[in-house]
């Protein structure tokens, strides 16, 4: 899939946390990564599903524990959209430890905020990108 330029398109990805310092973090490891794109960042799970909504990204990067609505629920409801995008989610859990209801989320995948980084990022996208190749299947390698 191209761009009407001939370039692939990039992955369009917002970041959700309520920590602004892993949002800084997050959006410079996504601006390092060949073929990603930052769109939007949220810092609750409400306005990710407003984030979701007005800037259509294809891949969201979602904290699991924040105040009101968390990360988890934040997943189900954008995953039971029409056409959703890929949602990883994202926390300081060791992955044996995480929320037993992080697995029937809807999230593809879960990274350790500590392992973020653009190779990892680039990895999990070219394992779980939509079949469809709807948003680059370019950014496999970073």
């Given at each position: 899939?191209?761009?009407?330029?001939?370039?692939?398109?990039?992955?369009?990805?917002?970041?959700?946390?309520?920590?602004?310092?892993?949002?800084?973090a997050a959006a410079a490891v996504v601006r390092r990564a060949a073929g990603?794109?930052?769109?939007?960042?949220?810092?609750?799970?409400?306005?990710?599903?407003?984030?979701?909504?007005?800037?259509?990204?294809?891949?969201?990067?979602?904290?699991?524990?924040?105040?009101?609505?968390?990360?988890?629920?934040?997943?189900?409801?954008?995953?039971?959209?029409?056409?959703?995008?890929?949602?990883?989610?994202?926390?300081?859990?060791?992955?044996?430890?995480?929320?037993?209801?992080?697995?029937?989320?809807?999230?593809?995948?879960?990274?350790?905020?500590?392992?973020?980084?653009?190779d990892l990022l680039a990895r999990l996208w070219a394992e779980h990108r939509?079949?469809?190749g709807a948003a680059s299947a370019s950014a496999t390698t970073g």
């Amino acid at each position: 899939m191209t761009g009407p330029d001939g370039a692939r398109p990039s992955v369009r990805v917002i970041v959700v946390d309520d920590q602004r310092p892993f949002r800084v973090a997050a959006a410079a490891v996504v601006r390092r990564a060949a073929g990603f794109e930052l769109v939007g960042e949220a810092p609750s799970g409400e306005d990710a599903l407003g984030a979701v909504a007005e800037l259509g990204p294809d891949l969201v990067l979602m904290d699991i524990n924040m105040p009101g609505m968390g990360g988890i629920a934040a997943t189900r409801a954008i995953t039971a959209g029409e056409h959703p995008p890929v949602v990883f989610l994202c926390s300081t859990y060791q992955a044996r430890d995480l929320p037993v209801d992080a697995q029937d989320s809807g999230a593809a995948a879960y990274i350790d905020k500590e392992e973020l980084a653009s190779d990892l990022l680039a990895r999990l996208w070219a394992e779980h990108r939509p079949a469809d190749g709807a948003a680059s299947a370019s950014a496999t390698t970073g």
